[in-house]
């Protein structure tokens, strides 16, 4: 008989089973009593599969978005089998039977907001004051957010995935997006810029899997993409954030209409000749930040023409993002306010091309 069947699994062994560090299981044993029922010699965790069975439970009920202290009573408890299914559907719903509804707004405590941020170990001190900075600025935002933000701080890839499938199945990409995974990224972007270059492995590790779930949405009730030329996406020289700009080639995919999406900081150059060769109906450049923001290469790709003679069109062409702000608009451009609006003129666009008697 093996050592790990007669004390059972390491705290590190359980720790990759589940996708958490080590320390977050420390953590877990101190703030909310999850340590093992046993010990050996009285003070080395050794987790048996019951054990492991409470923490599976706790990882799921806070990535469902319980509250990290509801979740671990009901974890606790579901391993004695002190409460049934009905405490469980409590704590995903953030109330206990008996009890009321807790407010919709913020929670007074940051565990209780978004989870413990610090997979670290833990200096001994006073106990944690609202706003001292130790969870992640979520603010009022939907549950899923908060379940979204506890994976990934885990870096718990495969809660992401679900959570993300999920949020899209039940919200729609708009929604999801507006709501759920920006709010998120912005969040850890936060944590990140004020916390001296920690947990740039949150957002590295949460910006992929959402990227991943974006790349999953396909086409609503159609066969195949809609018979028009596609729209070009493409970031300005410099600018390499792509996450909106996949947002909305997902959301151009969930109403049919077909995509060729360039990514980061497409050089000038490569940008023209892609406009030329493709004869695309509508064109978005992505800026982030107004440094990045080149409305020379706006205005040239706007007035850019194709086709046969007689008959040349141009693109429409979308400024999107905040770098675009504060400047006037040239013939043939519009600045989208958000997802949904630039969804709503890139359809409307295509459609308008669809359905034109010919020139």
Request: proline content about 9%.
């Amino acid at each position: 008989m093996t050592e790990s069947a007669t004390y059972g699994l390491t705290t590190g062994a359980v720790a990759r089973r589940l996708g958490v560090s080590p320390t977050t299981l420390r953590s877990w044993d101190r703030r909310y009593g999850m340590g093992p029922a046993a010990r050996q010699g009285g003070r080395h965790r050794r987790w048996a599969p019951e054990d492991v069975a409470m923490l599976e439970e706790m990882c799921r009920l806070t990535a469902s978005g319980a509250p990290p202290a509801e979740a671990a009573r009901i974890a606790r408890a579901a391993r004695t089998g002190a409460e049934g299914p009905g405490a469980i559907l409590g704590a995903v719903s953030g109330t206990a039977p008996g009890t009321r509804a807790r407010p919709t707004g913020p929670e007074p405590y940051p565990d209780r907001l978004a989870g413990p941020l610090r997979d670290r170990p833990e200096e001994p001190g006073p106990a944690r004051q609202p706003g001292s900075g130790n969870g992640l600025p979520l603010g009022d935002v939907r549950r899923e957010c908060r379940g979204l933000a506890r994976a990934a701080v885990r870096l718990d890839g495969p809660a992401l995935d679900a959570l993300l499938r999920d949020a899209v199945a039940d919200h729609g990409l708009v929604t999801a997006w507006e709501e759920v995974m920006a709010p998120t990224l912005h969040a850890v972007g936060r944590k990140w810029e004020s916390s001296g270059d920690r947990y740039v492995e949150v957002e590295h590790l949460l910006s992929w899997h959402v990227s991943t779930a974006l790349r999953q949405v396909a086409p609503a009730g159609r066969g195949s993409l809609a018979p028009v030329p596609p729209v070009l996406l493409a970031c300005v020289p410099g600018e390499q954030h792509t996450l909106p700009l996949e947002a909305l080639a997902a959301g151009l995919s969930e109403r049919g209409l077909p995509t060729r999406m360039f990514g980061a900081a497409v050089p000038a150059e490569a940008l023209d000749a892609a406009v030329r060769r493709m004869g695309p109906a509508a064109v978005v450049l992505w800026s982030q930040a107004r440094s990045t923001a080149n409305h020379a290469l706006a205005r040239h790709v706007a007035g850019s023409s194709f086709g046969v003679k007689g008959a040349r069109t141009r693109p429409l062409m979308l400024l999107a993002g905040p770098g675009w702000a504060g400047r006037g608009l040239g013939p043939g451009m519009l600045r989208p306010g958000g997802l949904r609006e630039a969804l709503d003129a890139l359809s409307h666009h295509a459609g308008t091309r669809v359905t034109a008697p010919p020139v």
